[in-house]
């Protein structure tokens, strides 16, 4: 079928089936792999946070220009994930679809979302330690670690309500960045699916639940080191207030805006024997 689009790219039913075989592997996958793996996808989306906020760290830079170049470097994050290999939340949303063809089970997608998301925070948090530790955020006089803590208390603030629907639109674009770098079969076709639309989504300022596991942690690191940067604070409790709405709106934008859609619509099926 994909000479029918002009390109060697699976077409989109392909797409479907390919991501419904994937969904069964990842809801099957052993625990220490699966952890293993969920560690390396938080600390990737955390390298793409750092670079987000090294551009936006320049005051030079209009707020468009920022946001628009800072989510094009954040796309290193998923682009890591999805050449490198690693067990991503909010993309593992994708997995609804081998589910609502009964190849999986309710039990077995909770177990890859909990498993995945603690493992993601660990890696994100993770990273946040070692970042922090590196010196990396008293570059530029500090200005670096003066927009993590910006960053932070932006998304503190935020209302439940907005929250929640940035974190929809956000796993909408993430989702449909995974969906079309399935369609690819060399790194060069997944980086050309995977940077669009994750820079749309970072440059319109939407959640992204596992982005957040990063910022939070260094930005209290950054203040507990720097009593300048320590009012307002950002806290654990902040966290939570911003990742309960967020994480409800990612599984909302990916699994059904994306997954459970495209399943009414080419309904995969099992692959033939």
């Known amino acids: ?19 419904e075989t994937v969904g069964v592997a990842k809801a099957r996958m052993a625990t220490l792999p699966l952890l293993m793996l969920g560690v390396l996808a938080g600390a990737f989306i955390g390298l793409g946070s750092l670079f987000f906020n090294l551009v936006r760290s320049d005051p030079t830079l209009g707020f468009a220009t920022g946001q628009v170049l800072g989510g094009g470097v954040f796309a290193l994050g998923l682009l ?11 993309g593992n949303n994708l997995i609804v ?11 077995e997608v909770l177990r890859n979302w909990v498993l995945v998301c603690a493992a993601n925070f660990v890696g994100a948090a993770g990273l946040a330690l070692l970042v ?3 010196g990396h955020t008293a570059q530029a006089g500090g200005a670096i670690g003066a927009q993590v803590v910006k960053i932070a208390l932006a998304k503190q603030s935020l209302p439940w309500h907005e ?3 940035r974190g929809v639109l956000c796993n909408v674009l993430v989702c449909l960045a995974v969906w079309m770098a399935m369609a690819g079969r060399s790194v060069v076709d997944k980086a050309v699916a995977v940077v669009p639309p994750v820079a ?23 203040q507990a080191g720097d009593p300048a940067l320590a009012a307002p604070p950002v806290t654990w409790s902040g966290l939570g207030g911003n990742l309960l709405p967020v994480i409800a709106g990612n599984l909302l934008g990916g699994s059904v805006l994306v997954g459970l859609s495209y399943h009414l619509i080419y309904r995969p099926g099992p692959p033939p024997n």
């Open 1 to 19: 079928m994909s000479e029918l689009f002009g390109s060697d790219a699976y077409a989109p039913r392909e797409v479907a089936q390919r991501i």
């Open 163 to 165: 929250a929640f629907f």
């Open 132 to 134: 922090y530790l590196s």
């Open 97 to 107: 679809m081998a589910w609502a063809d009964g190849r999986i089970g309710s039990a």
């Open 80 to 90: 890591l994930v999805v050449v490198a290999g690693a067990e991503l939340f909010t």
């Open 200 to 222: 749309a989504f970072v440059a319109a300022g939407f959640e992204h639940s596992i982005a957040n596991m990063y910022f939070f942690p260094l930005a209290m690191l950054v």
